[in-house]
């Protein structure tokens, strides 16, 4: 590879009040660098009005999200020689969400699209009763497990083309979250969940391509998580349980 | 009817078509051998309850089942919403079953 000493680095301007525009910078490059260095570099030595956001730089708080020369990332865990193109980066706003302001886009769809998807913790005992022991070796308590690590980043949401087609589609992780709690034995209305998850935009919009599951950092599967509850919710309307 | 008793219908009625797809193609193959005549086959369907009923309860499964495959596309790609769609969805739905059984009732009264 030829040595380079600077990056061609496009952002999105704009939001809501001015239309998005692309604007191009020289950032140094190095050799360990991610992108969300890169955008942060801009905004402390170029340009101190671009607007991002992130918290935790490691992969944790889900709030980096960016696209990254059209593909939905976690910036803080991208490095830039993984997705160079030439020597040049285009980093713009979350697709599928509306924007702020330049790279921070608006989670409120998303997140509201959560809580439509019941995707909340229904008690089974109150905190004055006994802790309930889990079996870790269950099988539900495994299927739980497999989407308990999500970090609500939004990047399986900004994957999907059925929430780019459909505005009412909840989503791969709202509904990832929906199965972990159906198969929580700690939640106590599943019933609710399948009402939910059934509604209009519900998991039977899903179109099962798996865009989410295969763009998703932290490499859950959001795909397997909604097959379930179509399996779950076809099971209750042949009378069965699970 | 609700997104997902339309999800349903298009499984059920997907899984109606699917022997039905086989014993056509398969029927076809065989009724092709030494030759095909309109006669040929308006001997072996006219008057025949079974073959009225097999095209019949098919025609039935694939209108259902391409109304709301319509549905859905009319929607996600042509960005039609509420009614507007359903009544699109519904029209093309009854023009597949009128068309279809009119072929059905041609061929076997
Ligand atoms: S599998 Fe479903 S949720 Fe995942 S990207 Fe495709 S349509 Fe979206
Ligand atoms: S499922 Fe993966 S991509 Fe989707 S919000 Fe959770 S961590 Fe992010
Ligand atoms: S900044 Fe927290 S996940 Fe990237």
Known sequence: MPERDHLTVTVQRGGPDAPMRPQTFEVPAYDNQTVLDVVSWIQQNADPTLTYRFACRVGM?????????????????THVSKVLDGNAIEVGPLRNLPVIKDLAADMDPFFDKWVAAEGRHHPTRS??????????IAAERQEANAGIECINCSVCYSAC???????????????????????????????????????????????????????CPNELDPLSAIAGLKRATAKRFFGGRK | MSEFHLYMAQRLSALVMAPFVL???????????????????????????????????FVVAVSIH???????ILGE?????????????????????ALGAQA?????S
């Open chain 1, 127 to 136: 905190r004055d009763e006994e802790i309930a022991p889990i079996d870790p």
């Open chain 2, 23 to 57: 014993v056509h193609i398969g029927v076809m193959i065989y009724a092709i051998q030494g030759g095909l005549s309109a006669a040929e086959i308006l001997g072996r369907t006219q008057g025949s309850v079974f073959w009225f009923a097999f095209y019949g309860m």
């Open chain 2, 66 to 72: 391409a109304a709301i495959g319509l549905r859905t």
């Open chain 1, 61 to 77: 708080c889900g709030s980096c999200a960016m696209m990254v020369n059209g593909v939905p990332r976690w910036t803080c865990r």
């Open chain 1, 161 to 215: 083309d059925t929430v780019a087609g459909n505005p009412d589609y909840l989503g791969p992780a709202a509904l990832q979250r929906a199965w972990t709690l159906y198969n929580d034995a700690k939640d106590a209305d599943r019933d609710a969940i399948l009402d939910a998850v059934s509604a209009k935009g519900g998991c039977h919009s899903c179109h099962s391509m798996g865009s989410c599951t295969a763009y």
């Open chain 2, 77 to 97: 790609w042509a960005g039609l919403r509420g009614g507007a769609r359903d009544v699109v969805a519904a029209v093309i739905g009854l023009g597949l079953m």
């Open chain 2, 104 to 108: 059905v009732w041609a061929v076997t």
